[in-house]
Nanobody, 123 residues
Framework: QVQLVESGGGLVQAGGSLRLSCAAS????????MGWFRQAPGKEREFVAA????????SYADSVKGRFTITRDNAKNTVYLQMNSLKSEDTAVYSC????????????????WGQGTQVTVSS
């Protein structure tokens, strides 16, 4: 089992920045690829970003490319999502997720999920 706890969400004005953190416990964190997903009210969950187990490879949704950066610190068992130039359409509950070794954008392939943290961007 892997337990994931997100933090760092909040209310920010459009154009502002936030950094989300996801702390992991349980199994060996460095064996897991990590992803960030988000779900806005009335919409399906969507992929935001993913990072390989080593941190050497990353992937982003087109909607956040160039604005968001995913990183991880395996010594701290934590993955981060730096969000810059935030837009109102970024408003959603952001959740981190873990999957064994291979990273990707398909949420069905992730085994463990955090409870989510709310990000609200005011225009």
């Amino acid at each position: 089992q892997v337990q994931l706890v997100e933090s760092g969400g909040g209310l920010v004005q459009a154009g502002g920045s936030l950094r989300l953190s996801c702390a992991a416990s349980g199994r060996t964190f460095s064996n897991y690829a990590m992803g960030w997903f988000r779900q806005a009210p009335g919409k399906e969950r969507e992929f935001v970003a993913a990072i390989s187990w080593s941190g050497g490879s990353t992937s982003y949704a087109d909607s956040v490319k160039g604005r968001f950066t995913i990183t991880r610190d395996n010594a701290k068992n934590t993955v981060y999502l730096q969000m810059n130039s935030l837009k109102s359409e970024d408003t959603a509950v952001y959740s981190c997720a873990a999957r064994w070794m291979m990273y990707g954008s398909n949420d069905k392939e992730y085994n463990y999920w955090g409870q989510g943290t709310q990000v609200t961007v005011s225009s």
